[in-house]
């Protein structure tokens, strides 16, 4: 979806960061009485990150909440880099890019909601998915046209892979 002023994605891509809850979820969990939380993953947005993966673009998921589903799903899919409970998301990405030895201007990340506006404002490019808060959408450099849990992962790995040039350059 192109939004007023949008910028491109920039070439030579290497990182793309994602937000879960709201993101690679549609927000929602489930809990039980028992205290069980369930999260719904969308099967097409794990093919997209894959794709990503294959590549050879990082991926990585930070996430303020802690999620046994979340650690389990991103080791099913050969997301290496997740944090969970993490207050601090700038200081965890800035610890994965200095890690791949990449700069923040061939960086990407997604979100949906106010918690995201540090890094998505620190990073080269800035997504936010169509269920987004306003706030959040007017912050970045483009908006999503499907929402998180919807196949908005699966969009933004495409748009990447067709627009960032797959990580080269």
Do not use: W
Not at 13 to 31: E, K, N, P, W
Not at 45 to 58: C, H, K, P, V, Y
Not at 143 to 155: D, M, P, W
Request: charged share 25%; proline share 4%.
């Amino acid at each position: 979806m192109k939004v007023p002023g949008e910028r491109s994605c920039p070439p030579g891509v290497r990182l793309v960061g994602f937000d879960v809850d709201g993101v690679f979820t549609d927000g929602r969990f489930y809990l039980s009485d028992d205290g069980v939380e369930t999260k719904a993953f969308n099967t097409q947005d794990g093919f997209g990150i894959r794709q990503l993966l294959n590549a050879g673009i990082s991926v990585a998921a930070i996430s303020g909440r802690h999620s046994a589903a979340v650690e389990k799903r991103m080791q099913e899919l050969g997301v290496k880099h997740v944090f969970q409970g993490c207050k601090d998301k700038v200081a965890a990405f800035d610890g994965v890019v200095a890690e791949l030895g990449i700069e923040l201007d061939r960086c990407v990340f997604v979100g949906d909601d106010i918690p995201d506006l540090p890094l998505l404002r620190h990073v080269g490019f800035s997504i936010a998915v169509a269920n987004a808060v306003p706030t959040v959408k007017d912050a970045c450099d483009h908006v999503t046209v499907a929402c998180g849990g919807g196949g908005a992962v699966r969009e933004v790995c495409e748009y990447v892979l067709r627009n960032g040039n797959a990580g080269r350059g």
